[in-house]
Every structure is written in structure tokens, then in C-alpha cells.
């Protein structure tokens, strides 16, 4: 099983500024089948990047994400008072054994 | 556009099983693969396991081999989960969600708006 840790677990930042989470690998993930998610408190999870950088459907180009093998990132550019939530990665690349990262929390500073 | 619509919120004795239903409508149900994902009070989200309607074939994860059961009725659109042998660490809510898209493996772009389960004696 693929094991998935995001860093850090939890980042401060004011509105405007830029957010760099991290989220690295035990193994490498084939193809890049990396997706990160955003979850905001009483709601179901929203994919926001899959392929390891593709956005998904509809989301914001102040969303980004970059990386391969083990290590992958998701930057949004400019933080909106919307956008303070816990993001989730994942690997799907294998229906043997998909599984998510801890998840990192995005708080108002 | 599809959506996910699961069943009500449940309460269940210790050693039970609880069934919840997935009900897609909409679009194409039986191509997509359906994964059920449990995210317990204050935790991350957990894999379950998945099915491709189709296909009618589930894999689940390790940790619930033996115990979990994942089915789909293709006249319906509906996918299930059945959890047995409950314990108080199974309190969660439960979702289920669709693959993006039919290839092999896809990201979760639909997901249904979860139910509780509750495990107390």
C-alpha cells in the first residue's frame, strides 16, 4: 500500500498570500494518478486537481499542482477567504489499494 | 449532471451490520466505478473499496477484507454498502463517489453527500 504524507499539517496565511502544500509518497505513484481534494466542515470532499496537475472541472486557475513520482504539490497563488479548508491528496493508481494523505488544514492567520 | 444521493443517517448496536445505498441519477450509472470512502468524527477519509456496476467486480481494501460487502443493481443505478460486525470505531460518516471518468483508474469528481452511521450500544 502506497502511504501518503502531506506537510504541514496544518499552515497559517492571510488572504492574498500564496499556499504551498506538500504531499510525498512512500512509493512511486504510477503515471502520476495523484489528486488533491478540498473539504470544507459538514461537506463532502471536491476534487480540485487530478493527473497530478490538471484542474478539474470549474475550478479556479489560482489552483495548481505540480509533481511526479513521490513528490507532489498544490499551490493556489492568492488566497481567498473561500479557500480556508483541509485538502486531501490521493492515489488512485492502483484499485488494489487507493488511499488518501492525513490531509493539511488551511487557516486564517 | 449526476449526482449521488445516499440513504438516511443510521444508529446500530455493536455487532450489526448496516446497509447504505448510493442512488446515481442523471447520467450513466453502470460504466463508472463507485468507491465508498468513510471519514470518522475529526479524522481524514479512508478507502473503502469499489465496484464497477458493468462489471458487477468489487476489490476493497485490506483492512476491510471479510467484512465489507460492495454491490450495485444496474436497474436501479444504485450502489450499496454493507458493513458487518460493527464496532464504536466504525461510527463515521460514509460516502460514495464516481470516477471521473471509465478509463482504468480516475480521480472521485462526484460524491454523494454521506451518511452517518453511528455504532452504540
Known amino acids: 500500500e502506497i502511504v501518503l504524507t502531506q506537510s504541514p499539517g496544518t499552515l497559517s496565511l492571510s488572504p492574498g498570500e500564496r499556499a504551498t502544500l506538500s504531499c510525498r509518497a512512500s512509493q512511486s505513484v504510477s503515471s502520476s494518478y495523484l489528486a488533491w481534494y478540498q473539504q470544507k466542515p459538514g461537506q463532502a470532499p471536491r476534487l480540485l486537481i487530478y493527473?497530478?496537475?490538471s484542474r478539474a472541472t470549474g475550478i479556479p486557475d489560482r489552483f495548481s499542482g505540480s509533481g511526479s513520482g513521490t513528490d507532489f504539490t498544490l499551490t493556489i497563488s492568492r488566497l481567498e477567504p473561500e479557500d480556508f479548508a483541509v485538502y486531501y491528496c490521493?492515489?488512485?493508481?492502483?484499485?488494489?489499494?487507493?488511499?488518501f494523505g492525513q490531509g493539511t488544514r488551511l487557516e486564517i492567520k | 449532471q449526476v449526482q449521488l444521493v445516499q440513504s438516511g443517517a443510521e444508529v446500530k448496536k455493536p455487532g450489526s451490520s448496516v446497509k447504505v445505498s448510493c442512488k446515481a441519477s442523471?447520467?450513466?450509472?453502470?460504466?463508472?466505478?463507485i468507491s465508498w470512502v468513510r471519514q470518522a468524527p475529526g479524522q481524514g477519509l479512508e478507502w473503502m473499496g469499489r465496484i464497477i456496476p458493468i462489471l458487477g467486480i468489487a476489490n476493497y481494501a485490506q483492512k476491510f477484507q471479510g467484512r465489507v460487502t460492495i454491490t450495485a443493481d444496474k436497474s436501479t443505478s444504485t450502489a450499496y454498502m454493507e458493513l458487518s460486525s460493527l464496532r464504536s470505531e466504525d461510527t463515521a460518516v460514509y460516502y460514495c463517489a464516481r470516477d471521473a471518468t471509465t478509463v482504468v483508474y480516475d480521480a472521485f469528481d462526484i460524491w454523494g453527500q454521506g451518511t452517518m452511521v453511528t455504532v452504540s450500544s
Open positions: 493527473g497530478a496537475s
Open positions: 490521493q492515489q488512485y493508481g492502483s484499485s488494489l489499494s487507493i488511499t
Open positions: 442523471g447520467g450513466t450509472f453502470s460504466s463508472y466505478a
